[in-house]
Nanobody
């Protein structure tokens, strides 16, 4: 069974940075697009960023210029570098794997999910 395991969440002050990682197992990593989604309390899960099998990226407008997604196929890991964090970024962040379609059209998400990692931005 495919496993996606996120790490790197935590608490940070506004303006700070975090790096999230998602490592995959039992999956042909290089043939999947990878995405990050987030869900704040009482809200629906929303798209954050995605990277295709060829390295094409897409970002939600709310994080453009602040977040960067990248992938390392040799390590079967996708990263989300988050800078200039704002309280509105507080959420559980989920890793997602699917076809390249999720890069251009993030909804619906791909078929595989991680368990999520909490990011809290607060002073």
């Amino acid at each position: 069974q495919v496993q996606l395991v996120e790490s790197g969440g935590g608490s940070v002050q506004p303006g700070g940075s975090l790096r999230l990682s998602c490592t995959a197992s039992r999956i042909s990593f290089q043939i999947y697009a990878l995405g990050w989604y987030r869900q704040a309390p009482g809200q629906q899960r929303e798209f954050v960023a995605a990277v295709s099998t060829t390295g094409t990226t897409n970002y939600a407008d709310s994080v453009k210029g602040r977040f960067t997604i990248s992938r390392d196929n040799a390590k079967k890991t996708v990263y989300l570098y988050m800078n200039i964090l704002e309280p509105e970024d507080t959420a559980v962040y989920y890793c997602n794997a699917g076809s390249d379609r999720i890069v251009a059209r993030p909804q619906p998400p791909g078929e595989y999910w991680g368990q999520g990692t909490q990011v809290t931005v607060s002073s």
